[in-house]
């Protein structure tokens, strides 16, 4: 699975930013999409994540009633839904794909097999 995020850029605080992520290859429609970010300096965290078929849905704490995760398996596309967007959301946003195993939780990147190549999101103040 290749996978190619879009629709970063650079943004004033409060304002709302779509990302996506493409996949190209077989079976999409088979794994379950997770959304990271790298801030410099720091480690990559868990952001969002959504099941297979969309049914399952997890956020990180600092970014739950402001951003919203979808899936379009007839796409092949993940979607990020970023409102009320803060300097501290600053960072390189990920995409990924994971072939769930029973017992994970999908918030951790060593979970998931494949990556994309990010996109920048900077909020300025």
């Known amino acids: 699975v290749q996978l190619v995020e879009s629709g970063g850029g650079l943004v004033q605080a409060g304002d709302s930013l779509r990302l996506s992520c493409a996949a190209s290859?077989?079976?999409?429609?088979?794994?379950?999409m997770g959304w990271f970010r790298q801030a410099p300096g720091k480690e990559r965290e868990f952001v969002a994540r959504i099941s297979w078929s969309g049914a399952s849905i997890y956020y990180a704490d600092s970014v739950k009633g402001r951003f919203t995760i979808s899936r379009d398996n007839a796409k092949n596309t993940v979607y990020l839904q970023m409102n009320s967007l803060k300097p501290e959301d600053t960072a390189v946003y990920y995409c990924?794909?994971?072939?769930?195993?029973?017992?994970?939780?999908?918030?951790?990147?060593?979970?998931?097999?494949?990556w994309g190549q990010g996109t920048q999101v900077t909020v300025s103040s």
């Open positions: 290859g077989r079976t999409f429609s088979r794994y379950r």
């Open positions: 990924a794909a994971d072939s769930p195993v029973l017992g994970q939780t999908g918030t951790l990147p060593r979970e998931y097999d494949y």
